[in-house]
């Protein structure tokens, strides 16, 4: 399988409900919501709604890898999101760091390959770190690529892809003539990477919420009243197969 191309390899539950030769996307991208009313539902801190909620992420990044989906992005924790309580903020922040000092032998197990996608350079100075060496030592590898979306927003990313570009028209090294959507893509944050075709939003939330703005032009969006912290592998699947029959036509007729 090239690196651009989804697919359903070997190993995948046959469930059947997949539809026979039906491609699955090369990238898929989650909004993952819900934390906060799970925990409220059972009487619970938010806090536990986040712990509950890095398990479900584990799960997901896990099955991605065994099934072959080739690029996953997970929204963790968005530019606006420091708009939260402090404690909740540095409780988020603790579990980022904690996920990654934990988790980092496991992606490197399993051959999965980490991108920070976000203001690294505004975090926590141990979590920018944490975070920058684990990218370092998972860069070899050749499995999933994951890509984790902290301290996120599509706007700031935009901002900063245009400010990369202006920096190089003024040091002559590019002319304002070869700015095209090749060369915007090419300074974002995904650069190298392709778009998003399915971006999975549970909670019952109908928005995008800052993520992805311009890969996700084309994306299919799959919206599910599941709570992040239920969101299992069946649940993913049941996304995966109805991007299968969804008619994707980017414009065309
Ligand atoms: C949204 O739920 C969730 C977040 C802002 C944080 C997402 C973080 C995690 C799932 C845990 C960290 C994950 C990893 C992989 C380390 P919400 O709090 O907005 O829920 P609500 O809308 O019900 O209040």
Known sequence: MSEQT????????????VSAGAQWPAHVAIIMDGNGRWAQQRGLPRSKGHEAG???ARDIIRACGEWG???LTLYAFSTENWRRPAGEVSFLMGLLQRAI????????ENNVRLR???????????????????????????????NMAINY???????????????????GR???????????ARHLYTAGQPDPELIIRPSGEMRLSNFLLWQAAYAEFYVTDVLWPDFTREHLLQALEQFT????RFGGI
Do not use: M, W
């Open 6 to 17: 989804g697919g359903r390899p070997a190993g995948v539950p046959s469930s059947g409900r």
């Open 54 to 56: 890095f398990q479900r």
């Open 69 to 71: 989906i080739p690029y």
């Open 101 to 108: 000092r934990e988790e980092l032998q496991e992606l490197l």
């Open 116 to 146: 920070i996608l976000g203001r690294l350079q505004d975090l926590p100075a141990a979590l920018a770190r944490g975070l920058k060496e684990a990218e370092q030592a998972t860069a070899g590898n050749t499995g999933l690529h994951l």
């Open 153 to 171: 927003g599509g706007r700031a990313e935009i901002v900063d892809a245009a400010r990369a570009i202006a920096a190089e028209v003024r040091e």
């Open 174 to 184: 590019l002319s304002p003539e070869e700015i095209d959507e090749t060369c915007l």
């Open 245 to 248: 029959h969804r008619q994707r």
